[in-house]
């Protein structure tokens, strides 16, 4: 059974960066495939980069070339840099396994892009 705990957002101004990490509790954690989703007032919970158990990755396309996600497996880590931030990547991010369990999720980490 997954557990995740994230961290590492904050308030930063237009065109800053952040790193988000997770700390990922499961059996075999290598073997999954992680993802970083977020949720925006109003709107529903969207994937916005996964990677594989073997590394290969995607992004949604509004933030592709701005957003990299990586993994350390020795860890259980998964992480999320976010470079050239906008304001409508303003949302709560959560980390969870691809495809989504459903019906756990972490307590999400807020993220705020604002002047």
């Known amino acids: 059974q997954v557990r995740v705990v994230e961290s590492g957002g904050d308030l930063v101004q237009p065109g800053g960066s952040l790193r988000l990490a997770c700390v990922v509790s499961v059996t075999i954690f290598s073997r999954y495939s992680m993802g970083w989703y977020r949720q925006s007032p109003g709107k529903q919970r969207e994937l916005v980069a996964s990677?594989?158990?073997?590394?290969?990755?995607n992004y949604v396309e509004s933030v592709k070339g701005r957003f990299t996600i990586f993994r350390d497996n020795a860890e259980n880590m998964v992480f999320l840099q976010m470079n050239n931030l906008k304001s409508e990547d303003t949302a709560v991010y959560y980390c969870n396994t691809v495809p989504s369990p459903g019906d756990y999720w972490g307590q999400g980490t807020q993220v705020t892009v604002s002047s």
């Open positions: 990677i594989t158990d073997r590394g290969d990755r």
